[in-house]
């Protein structure tokens, strides 16, 4: 893992620092190689910050600290990406990420709003919008018949058909919580918080 931390004349690469489970960013920072040795060796990421003028580990005030899970550098050799799971929020305004929070989730709420768009539109010829229509005992219903398929299949030793009853439960899961007015991201919050 060779760095060219001297690319640019005050010897700093730039740190994208990205969450391991969401893949959201949550933050830019800067290391020098004293920095980044740092953070190899402790497993805690460690910048240098350019305001303070010396080497600044995030969360040594706050105690939210941002565990290490991988290290990438890039094409050039002159940026850092480093993917993390952290303690609790990352930006000092309280936001979980420095660029809002907004719109950076993964492909489980693509699908949700893809979910919610065809109930809202009314999509006629969707099968989401066809089940919706059924009734919330009818969702309800198909969850727990997906819930035992998937339970069956993980007696068994098809790793395909297991996986694909994992995508269905997921899947009919997101249309239930439609219909009862919870979001992904409320579920999401109560894991977080059983997670402290």
């Known amino acids: 893992m060779n760095i060219n931390f001297n690319k640019n004349n005050d010897g700093l690469v730039p740190v994208i620092i990205q969450n391991d489970r969401t893949l959201q960013v949550l933050m830019l920072g800067y290391m020098n190689e004293e920095a980044f040795e740092k953070t190899k060796k402790e497993g805690i990421v460690t910048f240098f910050s350019r305001s303070k003028n010396r080497l600044w580990t995030k969360g040594e005030e706050s105690?939210?600290?941002?565990?290490?899970?991988s290290i990438d550098i890039d094409c050039d050799q002159d940026t850092i990406l480093i993917k993390v799971i952290p303690k609790n929020v990352v930006c000092h305004t309280g936001s979980f990420s420095c660029f809002g929070d907004k719109d950076s989730k993964g492909f489980l709420y693509e699908l949700e709003k893809k979910i919610n768009q065809r109930i809202d539109e009314k999509v006629e010829d969707s099968y989401t919008y066809s089940l919706y229509?059924?009734?919330?005992?009818?969702?309800?219903?198909?969850?727990?018949?997906?819930?035992?398929?998937?339970v069956i299949e993980a007696k068994d030793n098809n790793d395909d058909l297991f996986k694909n009853?994992?995508?269905?439960?997921?899947?009919?899961?997101?249309?239930?919580?439609?219909?009862?007015?919870?979001s992904l991201e409320e579920i999401e919050k109560i894991l977080l918080e059983r997670n402290k």
């Open 133 to 150: 229509q059924k009734g919330i005992n009818k969702m309800a219903q198909k969850v727990g018949e997906e819930a035992v398929e998937l």
């Open 63 to 69: 105690g939210n600290f941002l565990t290490v899970k």
């Open 165 to 182: 009853e994992a995508a269905d439960l997921l899947y009919h899961y997101l249309i239930l919580l439609k219909a009862k007015n919870f």
